[in-house]
């Protein structure tokens, strides 16, 4: 069976990928820092039949990334990593006069320097599975400027042009950058609490994930709801 790490996965996209790649037969490395929250997600996720690791901690300490490495080389291997665990910067968020740089640091520590270190690690494992993957979960603040998203869209915005040199380095490997669109998870509740305007839910955008494992397009940068809609 193939292998997948998927990070911030107790709740959220996160979960919602971790459900749909379990139904189709997927073993998993989950994380979350929430332990939980991490753990009701892998109990629900290894209900639908698949072996499922469950490690709480942080992804930016690196013992803790090999740790999710070396899990999924016990279950077989690294077919697919999905780096989805997010930080702000700031809860809620606020405008660039405002934002401490402690906060940027640590978004930038979560949603970029974390995000490769896990590739790094696990890229011997990636580069041996037959059709490894590499999908990084980005923003649409990474491409427009949205008043108190600075930070956190700088963040993303690395983070693709990470995703678009993998791409390049690596051709043995399909490398994305996947922009989720509007939802309703945590994250948004944390960034501008208040807002009661009604979004999807997470796993709506689940089968856009799922295509690009499917069909295997170019490395690149891509939007759920084209994918979805089958653009």
């Known amino acids: 069976m193939p292998v997948a790490i998927i990070t911030g996965a107790s709740k959220g996209l996160g979960r919602a990928l971790a459900e749909a790649l379990a139904a189709r037969g997927w073993d998993l490395v989950l994380d979350a820092r929430g332990a939980d929250a991490l753990r009701a997600a892998a109990e629900a996720v290894t209900r639908l ?18 740790d999710l490495v070396a899990a999924a080389w016990r279950l ?9 665990a997010s930080a702000l910067g700031a809860e809620p968020l606020v405008r660039l006069a405002e934002l401490p740089p402690a906060g940027l640091r640590r978004a930038l520590e979560v949603n970029v320097v974390a ?43 690395a983070l693709d042009r990470l995703v678009a040199v993998l ?10 950058a996947v922009d989720p669109g509007d939802m309703a998870t945590d994250l948004y509740a944390a960034a501008v609490p208040g807002d009661e305007e009604p ?5 709506g955008v689940v089968p856009a994930f799922l ?11 891509y939007a759920a709801q084209a994918l979805v809609q089958g653009r």
Not at 121 to 132: D, T, V
């Open 49 to 66: 039949g698949t072996r499922v690791v469950a490690l709480p901690g942080d992804v930016t300490d690196g013992r803790h990334r090999a």
């Open 76 to 84: 077989g291997g690294v077919d697919l990593v999905v780096s989805n």
């Open 115 to 157: 995000a490769l270190g896990l590739v790094q690690e696990a890229l011997p494992l990636l580069q041996a599975a037959p059709a490894g993957a590499v999908i990084a979960v980005s923003s649409d603040a990474a491409a427009q400027a949205y008043e108190t998203w600075g930070g956190y869209g700088a963040s993303k915005a």
């Open 167 to 176: 791409g390049v380095e690596e051709p043995g490997l399909r490398v994305w």
């Open 199 to 203: 979004r999807p839910a997470p796993a």
């Open 211 to 221: 295509r690009l494992l499917d069909e295997r397009p170019a490395s690149g940068r």
